[in-house]
C-alpha cells in the first residue's frame, strides 16, 4: 500500500467517524429534548436542548483530539479514556432513559443503537489511526531504505566509470611516451647510419664528399624543419588543451552559480509561503527547516512555517548546526 492509499484510508475513516457522530448527535438531540422538557418547570423547557448539545459536544472534542492525537502518534492518558466512556455512558444513559422509565424494552434496544454504535466507532476509530500511523511509518521507512540503496549503487557506478576514465586516459599516455621513444630511437639509428656513411665517403674522393655534404646539410635542414613542426604542433596542443581546461573550470563556476541560484530562490519561495495550514509532508517540511535555518530564522518561526512541532524542528536545527560543523571540520583539516 502506498502513501496515496493510506491517506485515502483515513479520509475514508474521518469521513465515516463524522458521518456517524452527526447522526448520532442529531438523533440525541431528537430523542433528549422530549425527556429533559418533561423534566423541566414549564418556564424553563426552552432549555431542554442544552443537556443534549452540551454533552454530544463533549463527544466531538474527545474524537476530534483523540484523531489528532493519534495522527502525531501520542497518547493522552487515562482522562481522555475517562471522558470518553463517560460521554458514552450519559449519551446511553439519557437516550434509553425515557423508554425505560416507560419500561419499553424495544423502545431501550432501539434508542441504544446509537450511542453503542458511537462509543465503538471512537474506540474504534482510534485504534484505526493507531494502526494506519504505524504502517504509515513503516512505509515510510522502506522507502528512504530503498532510495539509499539506489544512491549506493548510483555512487557505485560513477566511482566505476571514473576509474575506467582514469585508466583509459593512462593507457593513452603510455602509448604516446612509448610512440615519443620509437621515434627517437628510429632518429638515433638513422643519424648512425648517416654517419656511418659519411665514414665511408670521406675515404673516397673530394667530389663525392662534396655531394654527401650537400646531401647531408639538405637533410639536416629537413630534419630541423620536422623538428620545429613537431615543435609547433606540440606547443598548439598544449594551447588547446589549457583552453579546454579553463573553458571547463569557467563552465563549472557557472554551474556552481547557477545551483546557488537555484537554491536561494527554493529557499525564498520555501519561506515566503508563510505558516502551513496543515502539517506539510516530511520532505517538504525538512527543506523548509532548511531554509528557515539558513535564513537565521527562530525555531517557532521555523515550526509555523512547516506545521510541525517545535521539539521536531530543534532536532532539525541540531542536525544541521552538526552538519555545518562538520565540513568546517574538514575543510580545515583539507
Not at 116 to 132: C, K, M, N, P, Q
Not at 162 to 174: D, L, N, S, T
Not at 242 to 249: I, Y
Request: proline content about 2%; aromatic content about 4%; charged content about 35%.
Amino acid at each position: 500500500m502506498n502513501s496515496v492509499q493510506i491517506r485515502s484510508a483515513e479520509r475514508a475513516l474521518s469521513a465515516g467517524t463524522w458521518l456517524i457522530v452527526g447522526g448520532a448527535m442529531l438523533f440525541s438531540i431528537l430523542t433528549v429534548t422530549p425527556l429533559m422538557a418533561a423534566h423541566t418547570a414549564e418556564q424553563w423547557r426552552w432549555t431542554a436542548p442544552i443537556l443534549p448539545l452540551v454533552v454530544d459536544a463533549a463527544v466531538v472534542i474527545v474524537v476530534r483530539l483523540d484523531s489528532v492525537l493519534a495522527r502525531l502518534g501520542g497518547h493522552g492518558g487515562r482522562w481522555p479514556v475517562v471522558l470518553r466512556w463517560m460521554t458514552g455512558s450519559m449519551t446511553l444513559a439519557l437516550n434509553v432513559a425515557d423508554s425505560a422509565l416507560k419500561k419499553d424494552l424495544v423502545g431501550v434496544a432501539v434508542h441504544a443503537v446509537a450511542p453503542l454504535l458511537l462509543i465503538v466507532t471512537a474506540e474504534t476509530g482510534l485504534a484505526y489511526r493507531r494502526a494506519i500511523n504505524t504502517a504509515q511509518a513503516a512505509h515510510e521507512a522502506r522507502q528512504k531504505a530503498e532510495q539509499r540503496e539506489w544512491e549506493e549503487a548510483a555512487t557505485a557506478r560513477r566511482e566505476a566509470a571514473e576509474r575506467h576514465e582514469r585508466e583509459a586516459r593512462e593507457h593513452a599516455a603510455a602509448e604516446a611516451r612509448e610512440q615519443r621513444e620509437h621515434e627517437a630511437r628510429l632518429l638515433r639509428e638513422q643519424a648512425a647510419r648517416e654517419e656511418a656513411a659519411r665514414r665511408e665517403e670521406g675515404e673516397r674522393t673530394e667530389a663525392r664528399e662534396c655531394a654527401e655534404r650537400e646531401a647531408r646539410e639538405r637533410r639536416e635542414r629537413e630534419r630541423e624543419q620536422q623538428q620545429v613542426e613537431r615543435e609547433r604542433l606540440e606547443q598548439v596542443a598544449a594551447q588547446r588543451r589549457t583552453a579546454e581546461r579553463l573553458e571547463r573550470e569557467e563552465r563549472a563556476r557557472r554551474e556552481e552559480a547557477q545551483r546557488q541560484e537555484r537554491a536561494t530562490r527554493e529557499r525564498a519561495a520555501l519561506l515566503a509561503a508563510g505558516p502551513a495550514t496543515e502539517k506539510q509532508p516530511e520532505e517538504l517540511a525538512r527543506a523548509t527547516a532548511r531554509a528557515a535555518f539558513e535564513a537565521e530564522l527562530s525555531v517557532r518561526a521555523a515550526a509555523e512555517l512547516t506545521g510541525w512541532s517545535v521539539g521536531w524542528i530543534s532536532s532539525r536545527y541540531q542536525e544541521l548546526r552538526d552538519d555545518s560543523a562538520t565540513r568546517a571540520l574538514e575543510g580545515a583539516h583539507q
